[in-house]
């Protein structure tokens, strides 16, 4: 059965400074759970007070149904693998890897050759079984937390706390070890805790993502929810790439039209819309949304088409990802690219707003509406 960590109204201060402001968290049982939020939003510190190598200021922690405020690190059960690595400079890989099932609590529970065997298996998981001879000195940052990472994999804790844990491998290999960690994660059944700013990467892995933003939780929920439910344009920003284009607006209804505007472009609402928006109550001016995939694209002038400039683009693939701009207005738009076509800096492109998923927030509190 896995284990489940609970916060409630936890808060840390570090001298007068507050840095995580009464945070209530639960995981669920089984969950791979993920603390998503830009650097400096408070996830090291989550980890430091779970584990508890980090006291806390107020609030309790439980780990299962048990209050662990006071119990010593070692006492809790919990693998923490720290972003900063934290490896013993002169001891092997294999050395640095197998030191935790040598820990006095743990030594009598598998032989040596158990040991080995455990090590070896986590080594090839994470591609590091030539390196176990070598001392981290010898290794590249991506390679040192790799064996960070296995060093805390190969024991069987509670729970896992993974700070961070492939933020310095290079593209492919983090591709990799998304769908790795996912898997082990599911074989092992034991709940995983990882942070990371990378949507992508939570997106990839987690069941439930806790949102973190200057030390409290902005939104929990599936990567699912929180893209097509964001409860404010923080979160409508932090899920999806490109991200949504958010445009403060004037509402007005026209001839039974419903048309948005700003200085320097109208959008006309599809008829769906109107239906949907009835009811709603919405103020005059608000903040619009639109992803990047939610726009009609044009090369040449449709009618009901507005022209834009591009600003800039990439191609990746079969996918152009453009920026289009008019006056002040700048949307970022995402289309398929046929084979072979081209775009060229400051030439027309045609957008066309034609969707049902649009998105309304407060342009005050920024709250969804
Ligand atoms: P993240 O891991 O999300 O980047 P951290 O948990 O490391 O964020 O930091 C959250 C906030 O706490 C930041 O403002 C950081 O400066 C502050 N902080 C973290 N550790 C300490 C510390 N030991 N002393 C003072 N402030 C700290
Ligand atoms: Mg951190």
Redesign the pocket.
């Known amino acids: 059965m896995g284990t489940t960590i609970r916060l409630e109204k936890v808060v ?1 201060k ?2 007068r ?1 507050e ?2 402001h009464s945070i209530d968290l639960e995981t669920r049982e089984g969950e791979f759970s993920f ?1 998503l ?10 980890l ?1 007070l779970i584990s508890g190598v ?1 006291p806390l200021t107020a609030g309790n922690i439980y780990i299962g149904d048990k209050l662990v405020n006071d119990m010593k690190p070692m006492d809790r059960n919990v693998a923490i693998a720290f ?1 900063s690595y934290a490896l013993y400079p002169d001891k092997t890989v294999f050395e640095n890897m197998v030191f935790p099932l040598n820990a006095p609590i743990r030594k009598k529970e598998l032989t040596d050759e158990q040991k080995k065997a455990r090590v070896q298996e986590f080594a090839e998981l994470l591609q590091i079984s030539d390196l176990l001879d070598r001392y981290p000195r010898e290794l590249s940052g991506g390679q040192r937390q790799r064996v960070a990472l296995g060093r805390t994999l190969v024991r069987t804790p509670s729970i896992y706390l993974l ?2 844990p492939i933020a310095h491998l290079d593209a492919k290999l983090r591709h990799q070890m998304r769908s790795e960690l996912k898997k082990l994660q599911i074989k092992l059944g034991i709940p995983f805790i990882c ?1 990371s ?1 990378d949507q992508a990467e939570a997106v990839a892995m987690a069941d439930r993502i806790f949102l ?1 933003n200057e ?1 409290r939780i902005e939104q929990e929920g599936s990567s699912r929810e929180l893209y097509l439910t964001p409860k404010n344009e923080f979160v409508a920003l932090m899920l999806g790439e490109p991200k949504m284009n958010i445009t403060k607006m004037e509402m007005q209804e026209q001839n039974g039209q419903i048309l948005f505007s700003n200085k320097d472009v109208t959008l006309k609402a599809p008829a769906g819309i109107a239906k949907a928006m009835a009811g709603k109550n919405l103020p005059k001016v608000l903040d619009l949304g639109i992803r990047p995939t939610d726009l009609k694209v044009s090369f040449k002038e449709i009618e009901g088409y507005d022209e834009y400039m591009v600003d800039f683009y990439q191609i990746i693939g079969e996918k152009f990802i453009i920026t289009c701009i008019k006056g002040d207005t700048r949307l970022v738009v995402e289309c398929r690219r046929a084979l072979g076509e081209t775009i060229e800096l400051g030439q027309k492109v045609f957008l066309k707003w034609d969707t049902e998923n649009f998105y309304f927030f407060d342009s005050e509190t920024k709250n969804a509406l």
């Not at 939020?37 to 090291?44: E, I, M, N, R």
Request: glycine share 20%; no cysteine.
């Open positions: 840390k570090f001298g400074k840095v995580i603390l939020g830009p650097s400096g939003a408070g996830k090291t510190t989550i430091n980090v972003e700070d961070e942070t700013p973190l030390g």
